[in-house]
């Protein structure tokens, strides 16, 4: 399947071909856990399921077509792929990490690996000369969101790329908000690319799974290593709910960016929001690299009310299509406050978010019936 075919028809078509003996158009849940071999040693591509699975392995695929990168590696979560990928630095090695990077990122960096020696230094990713600044004789990676998470910050990530290689280093991208239809982070010369494949690539609030894609084969080789040797690898038929997401995910984002931008708009006029972070809005300071660097620009809002934490915790209360709760990416539109929920984990740290900002995930509904949910809580 070559690369100059369309988005959708590579999420459909890409490493998907009609099953050989039943031409059964979706490809097999293949449940089984071993493999018959042919002799010792000898069988067809699989003799363990933790190892490799015929289903895992068409998700794999898809999913690297879909970022453009050589090899694909699926997870049990995403933060399961963001451990894989963090395992290849050592004791004494630091990372760059962004000042408002989510909290299980920040949690697993901090609390897991820096019990093991490896530092991190938060650093203002939307400036590329403060992570010049920052990298240090120890520094490895860079880590960026882009959107990042809660803020939506964006980060030029072909200029960090830069910073990195320059350096002798290496760069990851979250692409999780993004997805790789509204943005490649390879193509833009980062090195790895990490999914949580839980939202927006399921889209159905109904799995949880995580990706690595890179076409650098050494870090391939560490990945597949860790991925073999730690077993966090995601079910076969959670690979299957994924796959079927991934057929919906261009027409799905198409529909939520345009709700978003609706929802966006009426958010900056309301009286009671100072502030809104979506960086489709012109005034949002990443406009004109998301502009440049993306095919859309997301559907994730935030915003942040002028009375502060108790006008929030009020509004996120009194939404009634906007349900109160975690996660992000689906079908349906969610509301939280990432300083008590996603995010509390770096409530005492520098990452600590504005206690009086709320952030949407702006679903499928009819962005009318959207709107005067909103206008409603925050009458």
């Known amino acids: 399947m070559t690369a100059e075919l369309g988005f959708e028809t590579l999420a459909i078509h890409a490493a998907q071909p009609p099953d050989a003996a039943t031409g059964a158009v979706i490809p097999a849940v293949h449940l089984a856990t071993t493999y018959a071999q042919r002799a010792v040693g000898e069988h067809k591509g699989f003799d363990y399921s933790r190892t490799a699975n015929p289903t895992r392995a068409t998700l794999e695929g898809t999913l690297a077509a879909l970022e453009g990168a050589a090899h694909g590696f699926c997870f049990a979560s995403g933060m399961a792929a963001e451990d894989a990928l963090l395992r290849r630095l050592r004791p004494g090695d630091n990372l760059l990490i962004p000042e408002d990077a989510y909290g299980g990122t920040w949690r697993l960096i901090a609390r897991v690996f820096g019990e093991y020696g490896i530092s991190h230094t938060p650093v203002d990713v939307t400036d590329p000369d403060a992570v010049a600044s920052a990298w240090q004789p120890s520094t490895k990676l860079v880590w960026i969101e882009s959107p990042s998470n809660p803020t939506l910050r964006i980060a030029d990530i072909e200029a960090l790329a830069h910073v990195a290689h320059s350096r002798q280093g290496w760069c990851v991208v979250d692409n999780t908000f993004a997805t790789p239809y509204l943005q490649q982070p390879l193509a833009l010369g980062a090195d790895a690319v990490v999914h949580s494949a839980t939202k927006y690539l399921g889209g159905h609030s109904d799995v949880v799974g995580g990706a690595v894609l890179t076409s650098d084969a050494a870090l391939a080789e560490h990945v597949a290593f860790i991925q073999n040797s730690a077993g966090a690898v995601p079910s076969p038929f959670d690979c299957y709910l994924v796959q079927r997401g991934l057929k919906t995910l261009a027409v799905r984002m198409d529909r939520q960016c345009a709700n978003a931008r609706v929802v966006?708009?009426?958010?900056?006029?309301?009286?009671?929001?100072?502030?809104?972070?979506y960086p489709g809005l012109a005034s949002h300071p990443g406009h004109d690299v998301a502009k440049r660097q993306m095919r859309d620009f997301g559907a994730m809002v935030s915003f942040?009310?002028?009375?502060?934490?108790?006008?929030?915790?009020?509004?996120?209360?009194?939404?009634?299509?906007?349900?109160?709760?975690?996660?992000?990416?689906?079908?349906?539109?969610?509301?939280?406050?990432?300083?008590?929920?996603?995010?509390?984990?770096?409530?005492?740290?520098?990452?600590?978010?504005?206690?009086?900002?709320?952030?949407?995930?702006?679903?499928?509904?009819?962005?009318?019936d959207l709107v005067a949910d909103l206008a409603q809580a925050l009458a």
């Open 264 to 277: 966006a708009e009426f958010l900056v006029e309301h009286p009671a929001v100072s502030r809104v972070c």
């Open 304 to 368: 942040v009310l002028a009375g502060g934490e108790v006008t929030a915790l009020e509004v996120a209360a009194r939404t009634k299509l906007f349900t109160l709760a975690e996660s992000l990416g689906a079908v349906e539109s969610l509301i939280e406050h990432p300083a008590r929920m996603t995010h509390a984990s770096v409530a005492s740290s520098p990452l600590a978010v504005d206690a009086g900002l709320l952030r949407l995930s702006v679903g499928l509904e009819s962005v009318g």
